[in-house]
T-cell receptor
Framework: GQNIDQPTEMTATEGAIVQINCTYQ??????LFWYQQHAGEAPTFLSYNVLDGLEEKGRFSSFLSRSKGYSYLLLKELQMKDSASYLCAVRDRSSGNTPLVFGKGTRLSVIA | EAQVTQNPRYLITVTGKKLTVTCSQNMNHEYMSWYRQDPGLGLRQIYY???????DKGDVPEGYKVSRKEKRNFPLILESPSPNQTSLYFC???????????FGPGTRLTVL
């Protein structure tokens, strides 16, 4: 089975840096995704990690450590529009029924 | 424009009245999936389809049916809706199972 944990809520200040953590337990890890979801809207893809290390894409970076079952999403120079939920999703090749399993999401509030 | 479309976007219905939520994608994706999203529970997979005429249950399939007669369409059918099926529903597609998923805009369903 799979178990994905993320903090439920976080608050950060405009212009600051925030790190959203995700820990997972799977028997057949084969990649990790981060999605952004604004309230009432569809999730949109942010990043994908399958190898250890940091992937940088503009203001957003994602890190993966497979040995620790750990990932984080780093958001720099926070803007008000970054207020959203951030979903961690793990690809588990040992699972026949649910190839992509989502965490419950972290709701980020960016304040002035 | 590459997209996933869902209809209707909003629906209020009564218990027991059969309904269908349509989903269509124009990206020639093989994998399609339905999720429901409820507060505190995150995205939960209802059904998925690996290809035409191939469908399988996700984590919460009870009370739902699907079909995949064509590659682009993956309708979700509620034969006898009940109030516990009140939720926000998302259709998603990807090139392959576990790949980056593209989500439709969502359907907010209320069953009275």
């Amino acid at each position: 089975g799979q178990n994905i944990d993320q903090p439920t809520e976080m608050t950060a200040t405009e212009g600051a840096i925030v790190q959203i953590n995700c820990t997972y337990q799977t028997s057949g890890f084969n990649g990790l995704f981060w999605y952004q979801q604004h309230a009432g809207e569809a999730p949109t893809f942010l990043s994908y990690n399958v190898l250890d290390g940091l992937e940088e894409k503009g203001r957003f970076s994602s890190f993966l450590s497979r040995s620790k079952g750990y990932s984080y999403l780093l958001l720099k120079e926070l803007q008000m529009k970054d207020s959203a939920s951030y979903l961690c999703a793990v690809r588990d090749r040992s699972s026949g029924n649910t190839p992509l399993v989502f965490g419950k999401g972290t709701r980020l509030s960016v304040i002035a | 424009e590459a997209q996933v479309t869902q209809n209707p976007r909003y629906l209020i219905t009564v218990t027991g009245k059969k309904l269908t939520v349509t989903c269509s994608q124009n990206m020639n994706h093989e994998y399609m999936s339905w999720y429901r999203q409820d507060p505190g529970l995150g995205l939960r997979q209802i059904y998925y389809s690996m290809n035409v005429e191939v469908t399988d249950k996700g984590d919460v399939p009870e009370g739902y049916k699907v079909s995949r007669k064509e590659k682009r369409n993956f309708p979700l059918i509620l034969e006898s809706p009940s109030p516990n099926q009140t939720s926000l529903y998302f259709c998603a597609s990807s090139l392959s199972a576990g790949g980056e998923q593209f989500f439709g805009p969502g359907t907010r369903l209320t069953v009275l």
